[in-house]
């Protein structure tokens, strides 16, 4: 994720550009830059570091033009360095860029440009975009034309913005799959990755939708489609009437801004102190038995952290859904019930708290809300630290939870001697790691994630399969499916299959399958034979797979590719994606994604 601005003015617009990405750095932070022209030049500035830290080595506000575009880093593709570092420009230095996303064909793109005799000046996806321009220029020496024709030949998530000193007064710009505003001024005008950008300036803004570019001068602008050149009319938003889409950061629902916020989550999850993880640590040890109970989605959280303290850390756990958790549960002063709940005022997750303190046992909890009923109410909490989770269905604080979750699986299993110094510090770089890979992912499949759930969102009946820890995933992603599209999806253990629900099978129903990576062999050989009992009895299966899994690729109708990762952070990563297809299948259907019918966000009743 990074944070994108630009401004069109008559006046010095510097300072207003650094601060725009000054407010943008929660986006990014591991590089900045500006470009600003004046006097038909481009100048660019940038460096490594924090904004601030940027702008004390090279003085970004001391730049001197009117028209401008900046950036706030968070890197993906190319190291952090300052030639990584945004803007970029042309081989002739007559079109300066900056980018959000990534161009998944950019390989391509590059060695093409590469072989034309093209020097890059850094290893980003970003620098490509430049380059096509200034070739499309040199044909037809038509700005918009050339942005338009290099748009042509880029494919994945982005959101882009360019200027050029062939077109001094004017900031082109355009989105696909990541977030992008205009704000609209007195006398000068704004673009951003979120309202951030430009709020303290002008509360009239534009959203910019999939497929659209935008011209902006001073006093003007226009908005056409990339496909077809046809002007696109927009409402104004006026920002103190409307709120709520300010926070959405240009995404069009807030299910997938918190679905791209993930990576963040993610590194906040790994933030949290090692002593609160430790201290609930000390707290499972000490229990006779330890129950870890939610209900819908922090039910199945639960699950995967039951998988996670068995693999992991060989302690069984036991599990429990709040609202049946007092008939279920026999609990004592010698047992803990953990309690994971984003809102912490859940009131059936309540109820099984009260419950277990009424029997003397020690409470603890996963919270999201700080001073929340739950957070407050348990002997220890740890506070994810998510942020605002405001789609009524549950994705990153969900995913928070589970890395939670693994963080103190891994700590009992190396305090019980179960993994060694060196598996816990590899467990940790995969965990590291992860962040950058969701980022990647997410930009990557997005497309394919929303062509399949148009393919497919007719289908009324899913069963959602999985094994080992992938179970309780697929039971989680169906969930999600449910609450968003209202169509009938059912989760279940890819074992459990041949017990019943097998008399289900036909071609009209559709099955989608968590499968492992290859060389989680036994997992992997259980999973492939679940579909091949519903392959042969001529359902359709889509699975996601993992890279070089010949084995599944041969079995499935609709394949998810994944990239190759640690099998600590496989499952999530599938769920991750599981979430994307949910939201593009709720979008396909015209579904009210962010508030579904009959659902609320906190669920405080009986
Ligand atoms: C599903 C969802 C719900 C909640 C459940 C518990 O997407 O959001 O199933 O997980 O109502 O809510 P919290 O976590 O607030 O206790």
């Given at each position: 994720m990074c944070g994108i601005s630009g401004i069109v003015s008559s006046e010095n617009i510097a300072k207003d550009l650094f601060a725009s990405i000054r407010n943008l750095e929660y986006r990014g932070y591991d590089s900045c830059g500006l470009a600003v022209l004046k006097d038909g030049q481009i100048q660019i500035r940038k460096n490594t570091g924090t904004v601030e830290e940027v702008n004390a080595k090279e003085q970004l506000t001391r730049l001197k033009g009117n028209v401008g575009i900046a950036h706030t880093r968070w890197a993906?593709?190319?190291?952090?360095?300052k030639a990584n570092s945004h803007p970029h420009f042309s081989g002739d230095e007559a079109f300066a860029i900056v980018h959000n996303g990534i161009f998944s064909n950019y390989q391509d793109l590059r060695e093409a440009l590469a072989k034309q005799g093209v020097q890059f000046r850094?290893?980003?996806?970003?620098e490509v975009f430049a380059h096509l321009v200034e070739q499309a220029y040199e044909e037809n020496r038509d700005v918009e034309q050339a942005f338009l024709q290099a748009l042509h030949r880029v494919e994945g998530a982005f959101a882009i913005a360019l200027i050029s000193k062939h077109m001094p007064d004017t900031l082109f710009c355009a989105k696909q799959d990541s977030p992008l505003i205009l704000g609209i001024g007195d006398g000068k005008n704004f673009i951003g990755s979120d309202i951030n950008a430009f709020l303290a300036y002008t509360k009239q803004a534009v959203t910019l939708d999939d497929g659209e570019y935008a011209a902006i001068r001073r006093t003007s602008y226009y908005i056409k489609k990339v496909g077809t050149g046809k002007p696109v009319k927009k409402k104004m938003l006026i920002i103190d009437w409307d709120v709520e889409t300010t926070k959405?950061?240009?995404?069009?629902h807030y299910m997938l801004k918190e679905i791209f916020d993930q990576p963040n989550t993610a590194k906040q999850a790994l933030q949290i102190a090692l002593s609160e993880i430790k201290q609930l640590v000390h707290m499972i040890n000490k229990s006779k038995i330890c129950y870890l109970m939610g209900v819908g989605t922090t039910y199945y959280v639960a699950l995967v952290g039951q998988y996670y303290f068995a693999q992991f850390a060989d302690r069984y756990i036991a599990t429990g859904s709040s609202d049946e958790f007092q008939e279920a549960a026999v609990v004592t002063k010698d047992d803990l019930v953990v309690a994971i709940s984003q809102?912490?005022?859940t009131y059936d997750t309540k109820m099984g708290l009260g419950f277990a303190q009424s029997h003397n046992a020690k409470t603890a909890g996963i919270v999201?809300?700080?001073?929340s009923t739950i957070s407050m109410m348990v002997d220890h909490v740890i506070m994810q630290g998510s942020g605002p989770e405001i789609c009524v269905v549950s994705t990153k604080a969900a995913f928070s939870q589970m890395i939670i979750l693994m963080r103190v699986a891994i700590e009992i299993a190396l305090l019980k001697e179960k993994i060694t110094k060196d598996a816990y510090e590899e467990y940790y770089a995969a965990l590291n790691d992860f962040p950058e890979i969701i980022e990647r992912v997410l930009n990557e499949q997005s497309g394919f994630v929303r062509n399949l759930a148009v393919e497919t969102s007719h289908i009324p009946n899913w069963i959602f399969l999985g094994c080992g820890v992938y179970y309780p995933i697929a039971m989680e992603s169906a969930l999600k499916m449910k609450e968003v599209t209202y169509l009938h999806a059912e989760g279940m253990p890819g074992?459990?299959?041949?017990?019943?629900?097998?008399?289900?099978?036909?071609?009209?129903l559709y099955s989608l399958f968590f499968i492992p990576l290859p060389e989680q062999e036994e997992l992997h050989k259980r999973t492939l034979v679940a579909i091949e009992e519903i392959k042969a009895r001529g359902g359709t299966v889509l699975g996601f797979a993992f890279q070089n899994d010949e084995k599944a690729e041969k079995l499935l109708d609709y394949i998810i590719q994944l990239p190759k990762v640690h099998p600590l952070v496989a499952p999530l990563l599938e769920l991750i994606v599981a979430q994307l297809l949910s939201y593009y299948t709720a979008l396909d259907l015209g579904r009210n994604i962010d508030k579904p019918r009959n659902l609320a966000k906190s669920v405080t009743v009986a």
């Open positions: 993906t593709h190319g190291g952090v360095t850094s290893m980003t996806d970003s959405k950061g240009g995404y069009s809102s912490g005022e999201n809300v700080m001073g074992g459990f299959l041949k017990h019943g629900t097998l008399a289900m099978i036909d071609e009209k």
